[in-house]
């Protein structure tokens, strides 16, 4: 049974950073491509980040770029997002996902098989 537990998450300024971790098991973890997603109060769930198996390409929204960085290690079973620079619009669920397909997911929600059960980002002004 594959498990992504998210961690990391919690109440900040406008300006701090914070850094979410996904523990991953059950599968090997360097077979599979990770992503990050969020989904704010009212809102769909949007894409973040992703990268590849070996996290050597990544992707980005474009409301993110520049501010947040996605990192694994795969002897950890671990994906990273790197969040600099929060602002209020932030403000999310975030989750993570891996996709056991693909080399990358991508922006795709669809392509990703697996979900955390997502950690809470809180931005205040």
């Known amino acids: 049974q594959v498990q992504l537990v998210e961690s990391g998450g919690g109440l900040v300024q406008a300006g701090d950073s914070l850094r979410l971790s996904c523990i991953v098991s059950?599968?090997?973890?360097?077979?599979?491509?990770m992503g990050w997603f969020r989904q704010a109060p009212g809102k769909e769930r949007e894409f973040v980040a992703a990268?590849?198996?070996?996290?050597?390409?990544?992707a980005f929204a474009n409301s993110v770029e520049g501010r947040f960085t996605i990192s694994r290690d795969n002897a950890k079973n671990t994906v990273y997002l790197q969040m600099n620079a929060l602002q209020p619009e932030d403000t999310a669920v975030y989750y993570c996902?891996?996709?056991?397909?693909?080399?990358?997911?991508?922006?795709?929600?669809?392509?990703?098989?697996?979900w955390g059960q997502g950690t809470q980002v809180t931005v205040s002004s």
């Open positions: 996902a891996a996709a056991s397909e693909t080399y990358f997911g991508g922006s795709r929600s669809e392509r990703y098989d697996y």
């Open positions: 059950g599968r090997t973890f360097r077979n599979l491509a």
């Open positions: 990268c590849t198996w070996s996290g050597g390409s990544t």
